[in-house]
């Protein structure tokens, strides 16, 4: 089966925090998950480049903005790279395949009658791009953007070219009104439908005048605006920033060569932000009918990481440094908490003390203190590694399949967090085997002779380690290179490369006791570290 998923694209215009990586390691961890279950995965994350900000930034350090973006972009992929983000494609809205793909949907919405010249008047963000009237905020005696507060709006007069939204009223109702909605969770799609029934306006595709951008490629007969060599002429403008990002995701499937794009398209999955859930569930399933285009199968809207009550940002001040956050505790651990700490389908109020409790809690003392005394007793107890008792024989085999059910329901449902949720129940679980079965007594008997009790001792510990194989192998893509560090530990070798390919169906071997015998079990050693409370701003010196 072939599942193509993609995040939002980020404004190259400064350093990632942990908000703007947020939806990446959830989609990577979704596009792992799909991997390791045998479809063949497109994933496509990248940077949008262009907009009015970058240019105004680039001309304040003196450098053009394609230097500009070239070292912001360097920025995200470094710290993607650290947190072992794996996309299929890294695009930007600067390669040259993405400026033929906006430039074909401009031709395909002309030829459909779709697009018309008018004039627009109205508030822009420099940011973000045109704002509705009742979508901006006061700040002080500045009218601003509600997403980039600080950076005063523009009041512009512009003759532009305007997407005929209101001819798709009709259809973008019917559309969201599907069950099940291809907008979620279902909250988000109620505000889109409200919007709609409000009655749309059309919105504009061009910008006059500006230079950095994809240049327009008509003028108002339909006549090609382009050189032979591609290059724009500057009276027909530049294509409007969102108009513009929005077609990354076409881009990422091949298009406009249909030959290449056909597999792909249409998208599986859109993980994207609330702030942006308008010009995705609205704008981009009309400016897809307009091209003779499907619209995309599911749209996911998550929330946003606060701190204290308020949404992280760059120009607040109030963000969390993803690389900080790996260099205290390690890619698997930031994947981990950001996905645990914080619902994927609301707002959740996240700091470094959070993290560090989560971290410690959850990692350090429940599941890597389950794995470090599992194999430690196994290890001490016998040459060879125990193998676990029939599911039916064994209070742990008898509620996996359940748990097991719970993380798949929960995955297929886009609920990260319920997902591990599910899985760190069963870790409670086992911890609390531990404690009723009392393997070190076990084994004390044992070693006095009490072949019953090395009978017990062996089905218990056998529970342990296959409890310990299975979580990892769940967890793994949230985590994969310590599910595979596990997997050694355990005398068993990880069945997927650094990605999630090439390996088994894990439906075949996620099941209790699907496996036969292991090899020699490795040494223990600690896999989460207790963190101090200062351990992320040590990271950060």
């Known amino acids: 089966m072939r599942y193509y998923l993609t995040t939002a694209i980020a404004y190259a215009n400064n350093k990632p925090g942990l908000h703007t990586l947020y ?153 969201l009104t599907q069950d099940p909605s291809p907008v979620q969770p279902e909250y988000r799609r109620n505000e889109m439908l409200g919007f709609v029934r409000q009655g749309l306006e059309d919105f504009s595709i061009s910008r006059e005048g500006a230079t950095w951008g994809i240049p327009f490629p008509i003028y108002e007969d339909g006549s090609s605006a382009l050189t032979a060599t591609g290059e724009g002429d500057p009276k027909a403008g530049t294509i409007y920033v969102w108009y ?113 409790r989560r971290y410690n809690s959850e990692l350090a003392n429940d599941y890597g203190n389950l794995v470090n005394r599992a194999t430690t007793l196994a290890s001490r107890a016998f040459t060879d590694a125990p193998l676990p008792r029939p599911a039916a024989a064994s209070t742990l085999g008898a509620a996996w399949e359940e748990t097991r059910r719970e993380a798949i329901a929960a995955l297929e449902r886009n609920a990260l967090h319920e997902w591990l949720g599910a899985l760190w129940g069963f870790v409670g679980m086992a911890n609390k085997f531990v404690d009723t079965e009392k393997p070190w007594e076990l084994a004390k008997a044992a070693k006095l002779g009490d072949a019953a009790a090395e009978e017990k001792l062996r089905g218990v510990l056998g529970d342990l380690l296959e409890s310990c194989r299975l979580i990892s192998l769940y967890a793994g893509p949230v985590m994969p290179s310590i599910a595979a560090k596990i997997w050694t530990l355990l005398g068993r070798t990880w069945p997927y490369d650094a990605n999630g390919h090439n390996g088994p169906s894990l439906d075949e071997i996620g099941a209790w006791g699907a496996l036969g015998a ?4 490795g040494a223990p050693e600690p896999l989460f570290p207790r963190l101090e409370a200062d351990a992320l701003d040590a990271a950060a010196d």
């Open 23 to 175: 939806e990446v390691i959830g989609a990577d961890a979704i596009a792992r998950w799909r991997r390791m279950r045998g479809d063949e995965v497109r994933f496509l994350t990248g940077t949008d480049e262009y907009s009015v900000n970058i240019a105004a930034r680039a001309a304040e350090e003196g450098v053009t903005p394609k230097a500009f973006v070239d070292a912001k972009v360097a920025l995200f992929q470094a710290s993607e790279a650290k947190l072992l983000i794996s996309p299929d494609q890294f695009i930007r809205t600067t390669d040259a395949d993405h400026t033929l793909a906006a430039q074909e949907m401009v031709r395909r919405s002309f030829a459909a009658g779709d697009i018309y010249v008018g004039s627009y008047e109205g508030w822009y963000c420099p940011n973000e791009g045109f704002r509705n009237a009742d979508d901006v905020v006061k700040e002080g005696d500045k009218t601003v953007c509600p997403n980039h507060p600080g950076i005063p709006l523009q009041w512009l007069t512009e003759r532009n070219w305007f997407f005929r939204l209101s001819a798709y009223q009709e259809r973008l109702e019917a559309w």
């Open 518 to 521: 292991a090899g020699p079990l």
């Open 244 to 356: 513009d990002a929005l077609i990354n995701y076409l881009t990422g499937a091949g298009f406009p060569a249909e030959a290449a794009g056909a597999p792909w398209w249409p998208a599986d999955l859109h993980i994207i932000g609330k702030d942006i859930n308008r010009f995705h569930s609205v704008f981009w399933p009309a400016m897809l009918w307009s091209a003779g285009l499907d619209a995309p199968k599911k749209i996911w809207v998550h929330g946003w990481l606060l701190s204290s009550g308020e949404r992280m940002s760059k120009s607040r001040g109030n963000f969390l440094d993803p690389d900080d956050a790996v260099a205290a505790l390690g890619a698997d651990g930031a994947r981990f908490v950001a996905l645990r700490e914080v619902p994927f389908d609301r707002d959740g109020d996240v700091s470094w003390d959070s993290i560090i």
